[in-house]
């Protein structure tokens, strides 16, 4: 096997786990994995470490349903205002490392250091590291050296993260859980700094349960004896729930509260449930600080907190690009609480008519002001709940006029003649389903259902869904300026900036 970044990106690919499986999974109705941490020390150990051996890295735990890879940017963000720069000749680190997940273009986005993803040569060399130890292990024990010998995908990453935060000397690594918390794969760490849950909402059914007090027991399993907690306020069924669960742990929980100086600061993520999540990040950090030595007051903010709040940089998260005619709003929500919220924050972004209509006959009537798109689609989820959801958020918000001119509803396949980048690969949908489009024509039918007023296209690949709103912007373009709401997915975020910063030339 050859070991560049290509190399991989396709045997990571191997380890990815079939719809097949994952579909009889969710059927069966089961729970989380009780194994699950077991397997991953297990795991731990064949590539030679000890999960007591990640307190080096002075982790700090987040989990959550929404905010939680927003929250964990800002904590980055804020903590790398203290690495050596003409404005820290003191410096408290040099390193601060970032996991999260999913990822958007690149699959290295996910283990970042110092806000940059690890370069191609750098994640190869980590890459096979782990692989090599894995496959000397299952040789050593004389077993197979094949995929059997390697975790799942997302236990493999979690896995080589925490081996190049180490071999990298990192201070600090802020580490995302991917599903849940108590079963998750990152849950192997020993002795976080500080804890932390984002909002909480109904996601991952499957494996944490139908109700908000379920999905909060298993998100509050990263409470740890050593570390403080924090979250945001939640729904009132959840709160009791951490509450219990951080006395269970031996814990202290907190409730962040944002700044009164946060209404002079502009943060560098958009819309404005961003200062809930900036509130609890800049509340983390404090405590991380505090327990590290370096006694820290959030009021006044220091200047360090302040620019990391305003310089936080986390793409397809309230994102807005622009090219000629077009102005494409992305976010990656893909429940139906954060959809809602990608929703109010696109209406924040529309111009107000002057003059207000009160005629409840015609106020879901009026044609927007200038042309809007929706590019959409969820695979695996409940897709048209999704886009009602959306649709009636607008509505309310909007009032006078309706949401969108026109909507294209297409699969995650990135390019018309490549298909999918390597690093956009995903093997957890159906293929079937894919290629027959049947999910998009459904979601075609509801929204039709919805607004029949809206023009409306079902297309295979994001590359044809982006050269069609071309196409509509072209044409509408004494219309004025395009504005265009791309959601429902995160892998369809990624396939869309792929797209849009390469031109739209596919591989192959």
């Excluded at 029949?452 to 994001?462: C, F, H, P, R, S």
């Amino acid at each position: 096997m050859e070991r560049t970044y290509s190399d991989a990106v396709a045997a990571l690919n191997t380890l990815q786990t079939n719809f097949a499986v994952i579909d009889a999974f969710r059927k069966s109705g089961g729970n989380a994995n009780a194994q699950a941490i077991p397997e991953t020390i297990e795991w731990c150990r064949r590539i030679g470490y000890e999960p007591s051996d990640f307190d080096r890295i002075k982790p700090i735990h987040i989990a959550g349903t929404k905010g939680k890879g927003s929250t964990s940017a800002f904590i980055s963000s804020i903590l790398t205002q203290y690495l050596p720069s003409p404005s820290q000749p003191k410096p408290l680190f040099h390193k601060i490392g970032l996991y999260t997940s999913p990822h958007l273009r690149f699959v290295r986005e996910r283990i970042q250091i110092n806000n940059q993803p690890l370069s191609e040569e750098i994640f190869a060399r980590y890459f096979f590291e782990v692989w090599d130890r894995l496959e000397d292990s299952a040789r050593s024990a004389g077993l197979p050296t094949d995929t059997s010998a390697k975790p799942a995908y997302f236990r493999f990453l979690t896995l080589m993260a925490f081996h190049t935060y180490i071999s990298e000397d990192v201070d600090t690594a802020v580490i995302e859980c991917g599903i849940g918390g108590e079963y998750d794969t990152t849950n192997i760490l020993v002795s976080p700094t500080v804890t932390g849950i984002t909002n909480l909402g109904i996601d991952h059914t499957s494996m944490l349960g139908n109700t908000i007090e379920e999905i909060a027991w298993h998100k509050a399993g990263i409470f740890k004896p050593s570390a403080p907690a924090y979250t945001v306020q939640q729904l009132p069924q959840a709160m009791p729930i951490l509450h219990q669960r951080a006395l269970e742990k031996s814990t202290s929980l907190r409730v962040a509260s944002p700044s009164p100086e946060f209404s002079t600061i502009k943060l560098g993520l958009a819309a404005s449930f961003q200062y809930i999540n900036a509130s609890l990040a800049t509340e983390i950090v404090a405590a991380h600080l505090s327990i590290l030595g370096h006694s820290t007051s959030t009021s006044p903010l220091p200047p360090e907190f302040i620019r990391g709040l305003q310089q936080v940089h986390w793409p397809g998260r309230c994102d807005i690009r622009r090219e000629s005619n077009i102005v494409w709003h992305l976010d990656g929500g893909h429940t139906l609480e954060s959809i809602k919220v990608a929703a109010k924050w696109f209406a924040e972004q529309i111009p107000r008519p002057e003059d207000s209509i009160n005629n409840s006959s015609i106020k879901n009537n009026l044609p927007p002001t200038r042309p809007r798109v929706l590019v959409f689609n969820q695979q695996t989820r409940d897709a048209g709940a999704l886009a009602q959801a959306l649709h009636t958020t607008l509505v309310q918000a909007l009032g006078a006029q309706r949401p969108f001119t026109h909507a294209v509803f297409c699969t995650n396949v990135t390019f018309k003649n490549g298909g999918y980048k390597p690093d956009l690969v995903s093997l957890n949908t159906n293929s079937a389903a894919v290629g027959e489009l049947s999910v998009q024509r459904g979601l075609a039918r509801t929204w039709e259902d919805i607004d029949a007023g809206t023009e409306v296209k079902v297309l295979g690949t994001i590359e044809e869904a982006v050269g069609w709103v071309r196409e509509v912007a072209a044409e509408e373009k004494e219309e004025g300026e395009v504005m265009v709401l791309c959601t429902g997915s995160v892998h369809l975020i990624g396939g869309m900036l792929e797209v849009l910063e390469t031109g739209g030339k596919g591989e192959g």
